[in-house]
């Protein structure tokens, strides 16, 4: 084999064995960063609240996608929970019901969670 071809070879095959390790699964795939393997239920994304729908008394996670701090909270003062910049935090709402939130530090932002 000429020195052209068995580079091209050489190059072949670690371009295989890197894709199929970049395809490997993980059963972590598409969850929070804090390791719960559970997605998050409310995310935080360009200074937006995506929409929620969780089960009452059930412990559930919100993301923060933001490179900036903002904080989950209650109109009628139920909670109020602070998420840094790329960070986790876990909630729990105890009672069903229609939760309409805003960000203390950004007043613009508002959300609901619906908790059935």
């Given at each position: 084999m000429n020195t052209t071809r068995w580079r091209?070879?050489?190059a072949a095959a670690c371009l295989l064995a890197f894709s199929l390790a970049a395809c490997s699964s993980?059963?972590?795939s598409s969850s929070d960063s804090s390791g719960s393997g559970a997605p998050a239920a409310l995310t935080i994304q360009s200074s937006s609240f995506s929409a929620?729908?969780?089960?009452a008394?059930?412990?559930f996670t919100i993301a923060n996608k933001d490179g900036v701090?903002?904080?989950?909270?209650d109109d009628g003062g139920?909670?109020?929970?602070r998420v840094t910049g790329g960070g986790t935090e876990k909630l729990t709402i105890p009672k069903a019901g229609t939760y309409k939130i805003h960000c203390e530090i950004h007043a613009s932002m508002h959300g609901t969670i619906t908790v059935t």
């Open positions: 091209l070879a050489i993980d059963s972590k929620a729908s969780v089960k008394g059930t412990e701090t903002h904080t989950v909270t139920t909670f109020s929970v």
